[in-house]
C-alpha cells in the first residue's frame, strides 16, 4: 500500500493558523496536521502532526490505539501518568523521546506550563 503523503520541501508553518482540537481531547489540546492522513477505519495510512497543550491542561484516562506511535517532546513539560484529576505522574523535558507499538495504553497526560510535541502515527504495512 503507498504512502499518502506528498514531497514537501522546507517551508515556514504557519504556527498562529490550522489548528484543531482532536476527537475525545478537551479543548486545550490542539493539533496541526503536517503530513498525510490516518484511516483509522480501515487501518492504513500515516500522518505527522504537531500537538501542542496550553498551560494547565490534563486528559483524565489512558489512551490505546492500533496504530504505532512516536512522540518527541519539542518544547515546555509533559507529564504522564497523572490521574484522573491531573495529579501525580512522570514528569519529561524537552529532547524526550517516546515509540509505541500498537495497543499500548498511555497516558493520561498534563502538562503545567503548556508544551509542543511532534508525533508520527502509523500502521504496519499489510
Known amino acids: 500500500m503507498p504512502i499518502n503523503k506528498l514531497h ?3 517551508h ?7 489548528w484543531e482540537v482532536p476527537a475525545g481531547y478537551p479543548s486545550g489540546i490542539q ?3 503536517l503530513s498525510g492522513a490516518l484511516d ?8 505527522t502532526r504537531l500537538l501542542r497543550f496550553d498551560a ?3 486528559t483524565t484516562q489512558p489512551f490505546v490505539h492500533e496504530y504505532w506511535e512516536e512522540v518527541f517532546l ?3 513539560d509533559l507529564t ?3 490521574d484522573g484529576k ?13 515509540c509505541r507499538p500498537p495497543g499500548a495504553f498511555h497516558g493520561p497526560f498534563r502538562s503545567d506550563k503548556g508544551c509542543l510535541l511532534l508525533e508520527i502515527h502509523y500502521y504496519d504495512p499489510t
Do not use: C, W
Not at 515556514?12 to 490550522?18: P, V, Y
Not at 483509522?40 to 500522518?47: A, L, Q
Open 86 to 98: 491531573g495529579q501525580g505522574g512522570d514528569s519529561y523535558a524537552p529532547f524526550t523521546y517516546a
Open 56 to 58: 494547565g491542561v490534563y
Open 40 to 47: 483509522e477505519v480501515n487501518k492504513h495510512g500515516s500522518r
Open 80 to 82: 504522564v501518568g497523572n
Open 31 to 33: 493539533q496541526k496536521i
Open 12 to 18: 515556514t508553518l504557519d504556527m498562529n493558523s490550522g
Open 8 to 10: 514537501d520541501e522546507f
Open 74 to 76: 519539542v518544547s515546555g
